[in-house]
């Protein structure tokens, strides 16, 4: 078998070392990673280095063992973020904010607080949720990012690594270039959330087979048509106690795998190593990181504990109810306030969580933790590695899909009703108008300016997640 291309260009078809202690993690992981930064070197770093010299075979080999350390140090933070909380809080909070904001600047057009309609939806948010990140014109500021990145590398890397300016310079342009330029451009559109949010929930289901009811002729017998009918409701009350019997099964058993689940309770320090590089940055704090803690969502009164957490500390039990803040988001994307009965569903569901609020923090971080799996993990990865390089190389930019497919899939979001059960209750929380619920519930999301403050309030987050450094100190 010949060696791989991130053998051949990163390590001289030497073997490569592992990047993951963790037995946990899937072995084909590694080659996947190591594929992807020969790919991203490849294409971002061998085209101009090349000019400048032909027979220099070590540069690339050696940004690879500074990325490695850097992953190295990710893996160690990544271990001490309180997942639950960030999923079950965070995320949350900031989601369910940006559709109040949305929809206080969509109530604010055409008033006189847009200037007698002057002003846009776009520019109404941003006054609500700014960022100094972000520019009054939507554009994302890559200094902010290089800022972020410098910091990242000075707490990853040892110092003998960091000081050569060159190698660490490298390194963050190919970082803030893939991702200002390439992957926060995407997923802010709304077309590629649609997407995203249709192959969540998967295609609609369709009957196995469709029944055909031949009209009743003049000879058939009473007696007959008794005897179908009699059939026809003991298999329809077979089938509904074989489905019943299936889900309790399938509740108990995850009822014990609960039970006996592990706890999850994030570590709460790190390697010596790790700590004695990261006491620099806590020391001389940048402006840039240090200001972007006061870019906060103004018209949130939540906003401001948000960043002040500290994930590294593990939660006190008190601290938990994971169940609270995915109910308020989709108390928030339903609207149900504007509704009786679906208000009062809420309430009915909120009180029955708050009563079950022990198992539920055990419930969902299982769920989760279940989610992310390490194939889903893997999946991700080469799904990246081809989206960003097909063909080996930086393909062009996917063409935009026509208005006539971005109307077909937000219709059919709105034309979803669910299954199983879920279609069941469904009712229960959209309101006797469905469509109306879904399309208001869609609108937040449909302002690829919008989108933006959103993608970068949680890119913040997930940064002080990993790196609480970049908080700083008052100046």
Aim: aromatic letters at 10%.
């Amino acid at each position: 078998m010949p060696p791989s291309l991130a053998s051949r260009l990163l390590f001289h078809s030497q073997p490569a070392p592992q990047l993951f202690n963790d037995t946990n993690v899937s072995p084909e992981l590694t080659p996947e990673i190591y594929d992807f930064i020969a790919l991203a070197l490849r294409a971002f770093v061998s085209p101009w280095w090349s000019k400048i010299t032909r027979y220099d075979k070590d540069f690339l080999p050696h940004i690879t063992a500074i990325l490695t350390k850097v992953i190295h140090v990710f893996v160690l933070r990544l271990q001490g973020v309180d997942l639950p909380d960030f999923f079950f809080h965070d995320v949350p909070v900031i989601l369910s904010q940006h559709y109040r904001d949305y929809r206080n600047a969509a109530a604010k057009t055409h008033t006189a607080y847009a200037s007698g309609g002057s002003t846009s939806l776009s520019s109404l948010f941003a006054q609500l949720q700014p960022h100094m990140a972000i520019s009054p014109e939507g554009i994302l500021d890559k200094e902010y990012y290089r800022q972020i990145v410098d910091h990242i590398l000075k707490v990853c890397l040892p110092p003998e690594d960091y000081e050569p300016e060159a190698e660490h310079i490298i390194i963050r342009e190919v970082i803030v270039k893939v991702l200002i330029d390439d992957v926060i451009p995407k997923i802010v559109q709304p077309w590629f959330i649609n997407r995203t949010i249709l192959d969540l929930i998967g295609p609609p289901e369709e009957p196995l087979y469709t029944s055909y009811t031949t009209p009743a002729t003049p000879t058939s017998s009473t007696s007959h048509n008794f005897i179908v009918l009699v059939l026809s409701i003991l298999q329809t009350f077979s089938g509904m106690c074989l489905a019943f019997m299936h889900s309790y099964k399938q509740a108990m058993t995850t009822i014990k795998l609960v039970q006996q689940s592990p706890s999850h309770t994030p570590r709460p320090s790190f390697t010596p190593h790790v700590q004695s590089v990261a006491e620099p940055i806590a020391r001389e704090p940048s402006t840039t990181s240090a200001k972007s803690t006061t870019s906060s969502i103004s018209s949130s009164h939540n906003s401001s504990t948000l960043f002040s957490t500290t994930p590294m500390v593990p939660n006190t039990p008190m601290q938990h109810n994971y169940a609270e803040q995915p109910l308020i988001l989709l108390s928030e994307l339903v609207s149900s306030q504007d509704h009786f009965s679906t208000s009062m569903t809420f309430t009915t569901i909120s009180m029955v969580a708050s009563s079950m609020t022990p198992f539920l923090d055990k419930l969902l971080p299982h769920m989760m933790y279940t989610f992310l799996s390490p194939t889903f993990i893997l999946n991700t990865t080469r799904t990246a590695k081809r989206t960003l390089f097909p063909n080996g190389y930086p393909g062009p930019s996917p063409p935009i899909p026509s208005p006539e497919e971005q109307a077909e899939w937000r219709a059919k979001l709105i034309a979803w009703r669910g299954r199983g059960s879920i279609a069941l209750f469904l009712p229960l929380i959209l309101g006797d108008n469905p469509s109306y619920t879904l399309g208001a519930a869609l609108d937040p999301i449909s302002n690829e300016h919008c989108n933006l403050h959103l993608v970068v309030f949680l890119l913040d987050r997930i940064l002080l997640a990993l790196f609480p450094e970049l908080v700083g100190s008052p100046l």
